[in-house]
């Protein structure tokens, strides 16, 4: 069993990866930390507890994190127009009743911590900008190897990003952080464009969600609804909405769903070009990219743990 801390900016694919990553039985998950990007911290912090509440799982941990960049504030606009002003569909009007799993701690300090007292046995999954992971990095750079690995849901290395023609959501939000990560040595594994839009979620899956007559499956369906019927606006014919965290967790459970490629990465950090993912960077360590994938092996997989 792999002992795992999940980084999230709680939207709907992150409510899918978290609810993936509790229904496997390979996976401990240990905690989870919390960044700035779907929404606020604050917002992320509070959809990760109702998230782990509706699955019943209060027991773990939320520690919150960054609620900004490392160097240019908050670097753009929240999207609510993908995930809700709430960030998980416009269906939130409800605190966490249950604080047991509340601290006070920052992700930050919780992370470094977790990885000195179980070195070589942390997987870091980072579904969000990946300031946590860099500011962690910066006040305790010891920590480097003692990751087992370090997952990331980011990037567009050979393919046209999301938010820019250049440039996927995770990395153009905090491009400093990105870069220092792909210079840290870390054993790293990108999950980035490239393969995220191949693994598709079909609209007609809801339907079985919603027929299971329980709460969870309805709020899930109700939520995921929302996030495909803003791919088919952005993408006309598209038949469902793309798994790009859930990808990740999938990367942790088994690596067979995907193709790797060793790149030695950096980001663009300024122009138009800004927050791209570029390979061929001299001089850099090497990151395993995630160039291929086999999608109807892994969205059957995600589609029989989920719910």
């Excluded at 087992?148 to 050979?158: H, L, R, S, T």
């Excluded at 990465?265 to 291929?292: F, H, M, S």
């Amino acid at each position: 069993m792999k002992s795992i801390i999940v980084d999230v900016d709680t939207g709907i694919d992150d409510a899918l990866a978290i609810a993936y990553a509790v229904h496997s039985p390979e996976i401990e998950l240990l905690g989870l930390t919390t960044c700035f990007g779907n929404v606020t911290v604050e917002k992320a912090t509070r959809n990760s507890r109702l998230v782990l509440e509706k699955l019943g799982r209060s027991d773990i941990p939320v520690y919150a994190g960054a609620g900004e960049t490392l160097n240019r504030g908050l670097n753009g606009d929240f999207p609510h127009v993908v995930h809700g002003h709430d960030g998980l569909g416009n269906l939130i009007d409800e605190e966490p009743t249950d604080e047991m799993a509340h601290s006070d701690q920052h992700a930050v300090d919780y992370l470094i911590e977790q990885v000195k007292n179980k070195p070589g046995k942390i997987t870091y999954i980072c579904v969000g900008p990946l300031t946590n992971l860099a500011l962690a990095l910066q006040k305790a750079p010891e920590i480097t190897p003692l990751f087992e690995e370090v997952i990331i849901m980011g990037g567009a290395v050979y393919t046209k990003g999301n938010v820019t023609p250049h440039a996927e959501a995770n990395i153009h939000r905090d491009p400093e952080a990105a870069d220092f990560v792909f210079r840290s040595n870390l054993p790293l594994y990108l999950v980035g464009l490239d393969v995220t839009m191949q693994t598709l979620l079909p609209t007609e899956e809801l339907k079985g969600w919603r027929e299971k007559g329980e709460e969870l499956g309805s709020f899930f369906a109700d939520m995921t609804e929302f996030y495909i019927d803003f791919y088919k606006k952005a993408n006309p014919g598209i038949k469902g909405c793309a798994l790009h965290d859930p990808l990740a967790v999938g990367l942790a459970i088994d690596k067979s769903f995907v193709s790797l490629k060793p790149e030695r990465l950096w980001v663009e950090l300024e122009g138009e070009r800004e927050g791209k993912t570029c390979p061929n960077a001299q001089g850099r360590p090497l990151v395993n990219v995630c160039v291929d994938v086999d999608e109807e092996r892994f969205v059957k997989h995600f589609l029989s743990r989920v719910i």
